[in-house]
């Protein structure tokens, strides 16, 4: 829905009246986006004596929001006698089918906010929504004294497009504690996601405690400690001592599972095998092709060179991954355990006895065959133990397993293939949802690689044209990779503001998109982030620098833009710092004579918004040549 109209009214009369009005009433910035807003007059206030009602079965949740409430506020909200405004969480009578099992309806009066909801996860949602709608200081560890908690009153019927809206973490490339794990947690479910896809095992770390392969954690959790480019690092030392990682043990599983549960987050696990196996093979090198030994990866490169595949050939292959998925099946209650599948070098497989001989008995063609087979026996285990499987569209390759769900990266096309063969499918394209890669110009970024900037998650649409029964996209999912990724605050940054914009791509109505509607909202969220101490990226302010290369005069020109059409760029080739008083960017440049490098920084309304952006010319020369 469009809301336009009203928010021009509304930031009229806020100009207008801000002066003289004690309480302003701010515009709801929710994200995401809810599928019917309407603003009403008046606001409802929060105070020590609000009422919080809701029946036993939901007491869960109303407790979680009394605790949120708690810290910034001081107010212990409960069923108190003689409040003046309520708060009511409450199971519909009959079911709403519009709303379905995760919507809900919020009704805000001035004394008196209703959420109704078919399951208890719906009112879970409206609550998040009566979050956003409190004033930014609501996200305060710490009391804030003397503020009008305002909620303004509106009615609101929400509901989300897909029933699967996920982010995952590596935990393998660097580790990150169980306390950061439950934060992550706790911020996707702010933002109305339901899945924390749980990237437990690589070549650089098996985190997750398996009772009968001990090993696995006591080696395969760690490795020499590096700094410096991913992939351009020295290998561990044959002296050198594996200090660098760390793993869950089942009791933290457990309790990041439950923290989850009453969040209404589904854990998904993803144990990656056959390749990308090199942790494990370091504890169990017999597992291997090749026997090893091996240490696990500290980010060098030695993908095709070293192995790092479990040999399919080898009957203990699978003996080790029934005991694996069935320690991990009894730990996640979720329906699906992820095999992960993707990105398996194959070259040692085709030199193995075990596995040419498998490929003979098995009849099978190709080493794509063979991984096929390997996936088949994995879902029949997953199975076994009462679960989905779910792998990377590879598992394509080779013929895929009978009931598993393509989790598609490489593109749409492996889940456009499996869901035309009635499988389901989770779209999580790299080009829209790979939340590692760079979201803004890569001189003004830390390093990493490619590129996904907030607008195109913005754009994504998990459904394309070519998929005849869009039912069988079950929804989609941002994925942070971490090998660039060394500390808690670095995710935050990868994460924010990309998710914000997946969550309302995977939640809102796809009519409702509104770019610069979006924009205004996230930007009330990242101050909402200040406040939380929660870190994020300003990168969607900054200006890109991108080479037009001439081959006609073997030169090239220079082109800035903005994702955010309104900013105006300033630029200098002068080695001096740009401002609002420097050239402004209108047209692609030209670089003057000796110039060698260019600085750009953007201003929203004669205030400097960006960061100031510096490349060389000699490395805009080198991108041309990319
Ligand atoms: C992947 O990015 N290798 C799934
Ligand atoms: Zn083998």
Redesign the pocket.
């Known amino acids: 829905m469009n809301f336009t109209p009203f928010r021009i009214a509304a930031l009229t009369l806020c100009l207008l009246f801000s002066q003289k009005m004690f309480a302003v009433e701010t515009i709801p910035a929710l994200i995401p986006e809810p599928v019917k807003l309407e603003k009403l007059a008046g606001s409802f206030k929060l105070n020590k004596t609000t009422k919080l009602i809701a029946a036993p079965a939901n007491k869960e949740i109303a407790e979680l929001f009394a605790d949120m409430i708690k810290a910034p506020t001081g107010f212990t909200l409960g069923n108190t006698a003689g409040g003046t405004s309520t708060i009511q969480l409450a199971i519909n009578k009959a079911y709403n089918k519009q709303i379905g099992d995760e919507g809900y309806t919020l009704d805000v009066k001035p004394t008196k906010i209703t959420v109704m909801a078919n399951k208890p996860a719906g009112l879970f949602y409206g609550m998040q929504t009566v979050m956003q709608l409190l004033p930014k200081e609501i996200e305060s560890a710490e009391i804030i004294k003397n503020k009008v908690w305002s909620i303004p009153c509106v009615k609101i019927t929400d509901y989300p497009r897909f029933g699967w809206r996920g982010l995952m973490l590596d935990v393998s490339r660097h580790y990150f504690p169980k306390e950061v794990v439950k934060k992550y947690i706790n911020q996707l479910a702010k933002y109305k996601m339901n899945v924390f896809h749980w990237h437990l095992t690589d070549d650089q770390g098996w985190r997750i405690e398996i009772k009968s392969l001990p090993k696995l954690t006591e080696v395969g959790a760690w490795r020499a400690s590096r700094m410096g480019l991913w992939w351009k690092r020295d290998p561990q030392g044959a002296n050198e001592a594996a200090d660098y990682g760390g793993y869950y043990t089942q009791n933290d599983i457990k309790e990041v599972v439950k923290y989850a549960q009453e969040r209404f987050v589904t854990v998904l696990p993803e144990i990656d095998v056959p390749g990308h196996s090199l942790a494990a093979l370091a504890a169990y090198p017999d597992l291997?092709?090749t026997g090893g030994p091996f240490k696990v990866n500290v980010g060098n490169t030695f993908y095709g060179v070293d192995d790092n595949?479990l040999?399919?050939?080898?009957e203990q292959s699978f003996v080790f991954m029934e005991k694996v998925l069935g320690e991990v099946a009894a730990l996640f209650p979720g329906q699906y355990i992820h095999i992960g599948g993707d990105e398996c070098f194959k070259g040692?497989?085709k030199t193995?006895?075990?596995?040419?001989k498998?490929m003979t008995d098995e009849n099978l063609k190709t080493p794509e065959e063979l991984q096929s087979y390997f996936i088949k026996r994995m879902e029949t285990i997953v199975k076994s133990k009462g679960k989905k499987m779910m792998g990377w569209d590879e598992i394509l390759e080779g013929g895929l397993a009978p009931e598993a769900t393509v989790m598609s990266w490489r593109g749409m096309k492996g889940g456009i293939e499996a869901a035309k063969m009635n499988h389901h499918v989770i779209m999580t394209p790299a080009d829209n949802c790979y939340l590692d890669l760079y979201q803004g110009d890569p001189a003004g970024e830390p390093p990493t690689y490619s590129m996904l900037t907030l607008s195109s998650c913005y754009n994504f649409d998990p459904i394309p044209a070519e998929i005849p029964d869009p039912s069988f996209v079950l929804g989609g999912q941002g994925n942070l990779w971490a090998e660039s990724v060394p500390s808690y605050r670095h995710a935050e940054y990868m994460t924010w503001p990309r998710a914000f914009a997946l969550s309302e791509v995977f939640w809102s109505p796809k009519e409702s998109k509104n770019w610069n509607n979006f924009i205004s909202r996230m930007e009330s969220h990242l101050q909402r982030y200040d406040v939380a101490n929660i870190n994020y990226a300003r990168s969607v302010y900054d200006a890109a620098i991108t080479p037009l290369k001439d081959s006609v005069n073997k030169t090239f020109r220079i082109a800035l833009s903005t994702e955010i059409k309104k900013l105006d760029i300033y630029y200098t080739f002068d080695n001096t710092f740009p401002d609002n008083f420097s050239p402004k960017y209108t047209d692609t440049l030209s670089i003057p004579k000796g110039a060698d490098h260019i600085r750009v920084l953007t201003y929203l309304n004669n205030k400097p918004i960006g960061k100031m952006i510096t490349v060389s010319i000699k490395d805009l020369e080198k991108r041309t040549e990319d």
Do not use: E, I, L, M
């Open positions: 291997s092709c595949a040999c399919p050939g080898n040692f497989w193995c006895k075990k596995c040419q498998r």
